[in-house]
């Protein structure tokens, strides 16, 4: 309890007995053996869920627990996301192990992977899996099915123009959840409707509809002796421009990212100066899940097209 006697939340642990003896019973069906947690490596820092790297000392998985009501909903899409951008995205993942229903909530378990440090090359073939992605085309914007970015339901409905799948599909949805999150002060949603209407002199040249990981920040990258293996998406056949965008949205990535992309496909003209309005969406989203906090960001971002 704190002071005034409100409670304070405090995330469950994947080593609790109530999720912990589930997952093993699940991982020791997966490897025929039987399975139990010797080395826990907390993840939390670095997820939107409680996660984290469990091992018997043998074989790893890596698992994180959603409490929310769609988290079951919320796990089978990403799976399928993650088998998609295996087959036809031709990308590396992680191998999908389960995902198991518990007592509050639902774990997903995944293989875990290996990671090494970063070199110069690594960065490369980070742009490199990008441009893999994106060789993969369709003949409209959006997906057959929706999605999720992060906690946020992300609208994938099926657009013939970019310009208005981006509007109508993510900035409105956007702002309307921001604003209900009562973060989004209302001279800063004006100035975004503003924008939003100006959306066909923004947006640059007519596109083909890429395959996108959705959420491409660097960190949804792990670095493995085999290649980039790749979590976390929330895809749909957009602007490839967004991934490009998102893969420094927290953190500065090297020229290297931007060079090994080039070797497989060109970056249009004007990228620079259309970055940030593609970050707009996943600011609205910060400012949502993450508070005010984030809107410092948004609002830089939208003064850039004042």
């Known amino acids: 309890m704190t002071d005034n006697h409100t409670e304070q939340y405090v995330p469950r642990k994947l ?13 020791s069906k997966f490897t025929g053996r039987r399975w139990m947690v ?9 997820a939107c869920h409680p996660a984290a790297i469990l091992s018997d000392g043998t074989f790893a998985v890596f698992a994180k627990f959603s409490e929310a009501i769609n988290g079951l909903e919320q796990f089978e899409i990403e ?7 295996a087959q036809p995205g031709g990308v590396l993942i992680p191998t999908p192990i389960g995902i198991i229903p518990v007592e509050g909530g639902t774990i997903l378990v995944l293989e875990a992977v290996q990671q090494v440090d970063r070199s110069n090359h690594h960065w490369r073939r980070l742009g490199q899996t990008l441009a893999k992605l994106h060789k993969v085309k369709a003949d409209r914007f959006g997906l ?3 999605g999720y970015f992060g906690p946020i339901y992300q609208d994938n409905t099926s657009k013939s123009n970019w310009v208005e799948f981006y509007a109508e599909c993510r900035l409105l949805p956007g702002m309307k959840l921001a604003n209900e999150s009562g973060n989004l002060p209302f001279d800063v949603a004006k100035k975004l409707e503003r924008i939003i209407n ?10 083909v509809p890429s395959l996108l990981h959705g959420d491409a920040q660097q ?5 493995t002796e085999a290649g980039e293996v790749v979590i976390d998406p929330a895809i749909y056949f957009g602007h490839p421009e967004i991934d490009l965008a998102t893969v420094d949205f927290f953190q500065p990535v090297p020229q290297d990212v931007f060079d090994g992309y080039q070797e497989e496909l060109p970056i249009a003209p004007g990228f620079l100066e259309r970055r940030s309005l593609w970050r707009i969406w996943g600011y609205l989203a910060c400012v949502t899940v993450g508070g005010a906090g984030y809107l410092e960001k948004l609002t830089g971002a939208i003064h850039e097209y004042k």
Do not use: M, W
Request: hydrophobic share 40%; aromatic share 10%; with cysteine.
């Open 79 to 85: 799976v399928a996301s993650l088998r998609f951008l």
């Open 15 to 27: 080593t609790e007995e109530s999720l912990r003896i589930p997952l093993e019973q699940y991982v």
């Open 38 to 46: 010797k080395v826990f490596t907390d993840l939390a820092d670095y």
């Open 144 to 146: 057959e099915t929706h």
């Open 219 to 223: 960190n949804n990258f792990i670095c």
């Open 198 to 207: 100006r959306l066909p002199e923004l947006c640059g040249p007519d596109v």
